[in-house]
């Protein structure tokens, strides 16, 4: 509030001579979630007389509809309840890909913390926790699985046998799997399939349970419409095919990514900075309609669970009615 007060007190000098000064007065209440504040600041940055290139307008317009469109939500919750991992799950720095086993009370999760706890690496590593009661152990670093860039941090768990899915940029993209040995332990990586880097896999994927359909974020046609989700199925013969981009339903001109399907194969999850976005990734939901092969309209998953700032790694459970993710709120 005091830094929002300062500011403030600028508005009869700064606001008549810096036409920017409105701009980043609402980006400032956008920030604090303040939307109402937020859109008519962004309508007074508009309506000054001063030149405004294209470029700028456009983005102050594209602001003004992520106000809008996160006051209709706000105003309106869905019926989630949101829940921070509690202990020691969450640190200073970056937790992404949750993956969660319901029998052991197990959680995987990649994070970029060091292991002595004393500050974060570039690098990524995968960590492991057990829950006893309503409190999650201290994590431990799963030194076997390796190390990988923020942009690979990304694990997925087959739960019918609990195979644990990691990529490695390797041979144009390669999938690598991990069985439990015992609670907390790991076994040495293997390769997946080496037939699987014809696809020209990407990091951030998903595989389903009987391990012949893959999902997958890629810019790998370097449109400028940048992340689409791709899919590739495994034939008869055992080997996959071209990997063909999901409806236009689905990819939009912006990001779409972190794609996971419910068990019966029908709910497509995935984030995108693009549709009716709060502004940055939100979590989106989609139905598959086996009489026409199409998907529905991409549904905003609404607040609490999405917000203007990045949701991903969204992974809902069986019973679709709980799951993970990952926020930067």
């Not at 937790?95 to 999760?109: A, K």
């Not at 689409?228 to 689905?250: C, Q, R, V």
Request: proline share 4%.
């Amino acid at each position: 509030e005091k830094s929002i007060d300062v500011l403030l007190s600028y508005e009869k000098t700064r606001g008549r001579t810096d036409k920017f000064y409105y701009y980043w007065l609402g980006r400032a209440y956008m920030r604090k979630y303040k939307f109402e504040e937020a859109i008519a600041y962004f309508d007074k940055f508009n309506n000054i007389k001063a030149y405004k290139s294209k470029e700028i307008v456009e983005e102050v317009n594209r602001f003004r509809d992520w106000a809008i469109r996160s006051k209709e939500f706000f105003d309106i919750p869905d019926e989630y309840e949101i829940t921070p991992l509690d202990g020691d799950i969450n640190s200073p720095y970056s937790e992404l890909s949750p993956v969660f086993f319901e029998e052991t009370n197990e959680l995987l999760f990649t994070s970029n913390r060091r292991s002595d706890g004393k500050g974060k690496d570039e690098i990524f590593h995968v960590y492991h926790s057990i829950k006893n009661g309503d409190r999650w152990d201290t994590p431990t670093q799963v030194n076997v699985l390796g190390d990988f860039p923020r942009k690979q941090a990304n694990i997925e768990v087959v739960n019918s046998d609990g195979k644990l899915f990691i990529f490695r940029d390797e041979k144009g993209g390669d999938l690598f799997y991990s069985h439990p040995t015992t609670q907390g332990k790991w076994s040495e990586p293997e390769e997946f399939d080496s037939k699987i880097s014809n696809t020209h896999l990407e990091a951030h994927f998903y595989i389903n349970q009987s391990e012949d359909r893959i999902i997958f974020a890629s810019d790998k046609d370097g449109k400028s419409k940048g992340l689409e989700l791709y899919e590739s199925f495994k034939d008869a013969s055992g080997s996959w095919t071209k990997p063909e981009p999901l409806d236009d339903i689905i990819n939009s001109e912006y990001d779409e990514d972190s794609p996971f399907l419910s068990s019966d194969g029908k709910t497509l999850y995935f984030s995108s900075n693009g549709h009716n976005t709060l502004g940055k990734y939100d979590v989106f939901k989609s139905v598959y309609n086996d009489a026409t092969g199409t998907w529905s309209e991409p549904i905003n998953m609404g607040f609490p669970i999405n917000t203007p700032d990045d949701e991903t790694n969204f992974k809902m459970k069986d019973d679709g009615r709980s799951g993970y993710f990952s926020s930067d709120r």
